[in-house]
């Protein structure tokens, strides 16, 4: 759904704005495409000619979500998933802005190719989208992209997707570079080496499947070897999906040290483990993969305190021939941007988290990080807003998403709460259900 953009104003609802530290009652009044206030008792009186009022009646206000790690196919890939497919979905799930991933056919590792992805995601896209570009040529790991051109062309980040750099040279050249023009490194820390030939993690669970495990050190050992490196270079360095209590305790010493290091975890990190994995059920074959429950409930605590900045869909389509095999010969990856929302409230629901810290980590904090302007409702912000209804019960028909590819994790999942109505620019871009008007 894309509506008419007319001065809107959201009534009656519980704003909720990390960026200001708000959580109350309160209107959100937009007019040509930017938040004009959001505050309590602006009222039906005090808004411009022609306002469509939409009365929230006590439904959650709260800045769009801003997914920093998803792959969508464009170019090269587009039948697993395209620009508009993608954003259609992310609407669906409340996020306003997805930030996709370098891994496509040719790479993002060229000027000419981000410039291809943003005039194309302007031309059918929903909602926004920007490039993390490549962090080597040809996600190779050998020799460092053109990051300052790339920078300027439009890329907001530097990674190479769910590929590390195993050589520490090559990575301290680029945090030392990229340091120069305050860009951001995002890393995948995995020992390419100690996983071999590991399809899960390692552990009892495991060996009962008899399937070769990953051991947390394959994570732990890459992300030490990182902290060192950005304590010798001074560079902006950013984990991209963390997994295990390991990789905690070495990220906060390093915080603690005054290094600029920030880190992500993936929804389904937070929200399962290894047993769901059950009987060899593929589409729960991830990278990293799914941990213990003390691994889970380590990384929902990170979430909680801050340590752990972002909160990430890790949204990776794969088809049917690549997901129904025996389970060690199944590609990883698992679609996340419609469910990131629903699966997150679970965890609000379980008082795992707070309401305010979760949309911190998957609006605010990422917009911050990577220097969007979304990520708030203050005034003069663009008005990417979502609209959360916390309480309509509801089971995922995986039929229903909006992805061209139906690989979730959450097949036939119940939830509590969804995004009732995605906002972007000022426009209505998905509606659940019609809401009364005020």
């Known amino acids: 759904m894309l509506t008419e953009r007319r001065p809107l104003l959201l009534a009656n609802a519980r704003l909720i704005d990390p960026s200001r530290d708000l959580d109350g009652p309160g209107d959100v009044l937009i007019a040509d495409g930017v938040i004009r206030e959001a505050r309590r008792g602006i009222g039906a009186a005090g808004v411009p000619e022609g306002t469509e009022i939409i009365n929230c009646n006590g439904m959650v206000v709260a800045p769009g979500l801003v997914d920093m790690r998803a792959f969508i196919g464009e170019p090269g ?100 570079y990229a340091r120069d023009f305050d860009a951001l490194i995002v890393h995948y820390t995995e020992d390419v080496n100690l996983v071999g030939e590991g399809v899960m993690n390692e552990g009892e669970f495991a060996a009962r499947l008899g399937l070769h495990g990953v051991p947390t050190a394959a994570e732990a050992v890459m992300l030490e070897r990182d902290m060192r490196l950005v ?117 609000v629901h379980g008082n795992e988290i707070g309401l305010p810290a979760l949309i911190r980590a998957m609006s605010t904090r990422p917009a911050e990080l990577l220097g969007l302007p979304g990520g708030t409702l203050r005034a003069g912000a663009p008005a990417d807003i979502v609209v959360i209804d916390m309480d309509t019960p509801w089971v995922l028909d995986p039929i229903d998403l909006r992805s061209k590819c139906k690989n979730t994790p959450f097949d036939e999942a119940r939830f509590t709460g969804r995004a009732a109505r995605t906002i972007v620019g000022g426009r209505t871009v998905f509606e659940h259900a019609a809401q009364p008007a005020a």
């Open 231 to 347: 304590a010798l270079t001074g560079g902006r360095y950013h984990a991209a999906a963390l997994s295990c209590a390991q990789s905690l305790d070495i990220l906060r010493k390093a915080r603690e040290a005054g290094h600029a290091v920030t880190a992500s975890a993936s929804i389904n990190h937070i929200t399962l483990n290894e047993t769901d994995v059950g009987p060899y059920r593929t589409y729960l074959k991830l990278a990293p993969p799914l941990r213990t429950e003390g691994d889970r409930m380590a990384v929902i605590a990170a979430v909680a305190s801050g340590l752990i900045d972002v909160v990430v869909s890790d949204h990776n389509p794969q088809d049917v021939e690549t997901k129904r095999l025996p389970f060690a010969e199944a590609a990883p990856g698992a679609v996340g941007l419609e469910t990131m929302l629903a699966a997150g409230l679970r965890l």
């Open 77 to 176: 890939a587009s039948h697993r998933e395209s620009l508009a497919s993608a954003s259609q979905a992310a609407a669906a799930g409340g996020i306003t802005t997805v930030i996709c991933q370098p891994d496509t056919n040719p790479a993002i590792d060229n000027s000419a190719t981000v410039d291809f992805l943003l005039r194309r995601a302007r031309d059918t896209a929903i909602v926004n989208i920007h490039p993390m570009a490549a962090l080597t040529k040809g996600l190779a790991g050998e020799e460092m992209t053109e990051i300052g051109l790339l920078k300027a062309a439009g890329a907001v980040a530097f990674t190479d997707a769910d590929k590390s750099v195993m050589n520490a040279q090559v990575m301290r050249r680029a945090l030392t």
